[in-house]
Every structure is written in structure tokens, then in C-alpha cells.
């Protein structure tokens, strides 16, 4: 048994016997080094699942390495690329047992630099929800707030009341702790 890509659609590989086509299996990501023949379709499945496990985590490992991911920004990164739900999650299951993914570890980071960036709670629980994180992982003092929240003094100086309260709002901050 041998397999080719179908002259019809490029996502379809055709499995062939003796030059009759007996099956089709879609494969959504580029192959590569194909083996010339196959004992039974058993091994083909088994080479497929194996080598698109191989390619995600290389997928995985590339991105990893450059900057720090979500769980499920990087299983988005990786759907996008065409990898089977399954394989990535297997991935992603594996990474974060490695600890080279932990959602508490990239959350905390952004955290920082959006505080050192001067923005409130309510931003940053809206940020995380766009980057897939529980927004329950932003835990922030008073004292954080406030710290925060200076980092505007000088650009609201000068202004009508109404427009720093409405600034310091844009900015995810809690109307009680722009009173105070």
C-alpha cells in the first residue's frame, strides 16, 4: 500500500493498492518523507497520527520558546496552523506537565506589566479574558491601585473632575477608588 495527495484536493491523501485508490483520509497539514509502501492502513493511520504529533509539538516547542503562552492562546496558535484538536491538546497536556506552560505563571506576568503600564482591575480582568485566563487571577491591593493609578497624575492634572474620573473609568479603575 502507498499513499499520494489527490490530484483533486490537496487536503485529501489517496491510499492506494496496486495503483487502485481505496481510500481517502484527509490530511490537513504538509507531509513530508513519506515512506514508499505501507503494510496495511493500520500503519498509515499510525504514521500519520505520529508524524502530525511531531510536527505540533515542534509547532509548540518554536512558539513556546519565543514568547510565553495561555493554554488556550497557544491551541488557538496551533488549530490555526491545522492540527487536529486532539493532537494539540495532547500537546498542550504534555507542555504543561513540563512546566513549560503554566496559564497562574503567564497570567502573573501580565499582571505586572499592565500595572507598571497604569491600568485598573476591571482592564486587566477584561485583557485576561481576551487572552483566554480566568479573570479571578487578578488579585490586586489597594495599595496596587493607587500606584497605578498615579502613574496619570500628571496627564490629568489641570482637568474638570468629570474628565479624570471619566479617563481614570477608561483606564479599568473601581469608581470608589478614584473617590478615595
Given amino acids: 500500500?502507498?499513499?499520494?495527495?489527490?490530484?483533486?484536493?490537496?487536503?485529501f491523501w489517496?491510499?492506494?493498492?496496486?495503483?487502485?485508490?481505496?481510500?481517502?483520509?484527509?490530511?490537513?497539514?504538509?507531509?513530508?518523507?513519506i515512506p514508499r509502501y505501507f503494510a496495511n492502513l493500520e500503519e498509515i493511520n499510525s504514521w500519520l497520527e505520529k508524524t502530525e504529533y511531531k510536527r505540533v509539538k515542534n509547532a509548540a516547542l518554536y512558539l513556546v520558546a519565543r514568547r510565553s503562552y495561555?493554554?488556550?492562546?497557544?491551541?488557538?496558535k496551533l488549530k490555526d496552523k491545522k492540527f487536529s484538536q486532539k493532537q494539540c491538546l495532547k500537546v498542550i497536556g504534555e507542555f504543561e506537565t513540563l512546566g513549560y506552560l503554566s496559564d497562574h505563571d503567564y497570567a502573573q506576568m501580565l499582571l505586572e506589566?499592565?500595572?507598571?503600564q497604569g491600568y485598573g482591575p476591571r482592564y486587566i480582568e477584561q485583557y485576561f479574558r481576551t487572552k483566554g485566563l480566568d479573570p479571578k487571577l487578578v488579585k490586586i491591593t489597594v495599595v496596587e491601585?493607587?500606584?497605578?493609578m498615579k502613574?496619570?497624575?500628571?496627564?490629568?492634572?489641570?482637568?474638570?473632575?468629570?474628565?479624570?474620573?471619566?479617563?481614570?473609568?477608561k483606564k479599568g479603575f473601581s469608581f470608589d477608588a478614584i473617590r478615595n
Fill in 145 to 148: 491601585e493607587k500606584q497605578a
Fill in 113 to 116: 506589566q499592565k500595572m507598571r
Fill in 1 to 11: 500500500m502507498e499513499i499520494r495527495q489527490s490530484t483533486f484536493d490537496p487536503n
Fill in 14 to 33: 489517496e491510499v492506494l493498492s496496486d495503483g487502485i485508490v481505496l481510500q481517502e483520509i484527509a490530511v490537513s497539514f504538509p507531509l513530508k518523507n
Fill in 151 to 169: 502613574k496619570w497624575e500628571q496627564k490629568i492634572r489641570g482637568k474638570e473632575p468629570q474628565k479624570k474620573i471619566a479617563f481614570l473609568l
Fill in 70 to 76: 495561555s493554554k488556550a492562546m497557544l491551541f488557538k
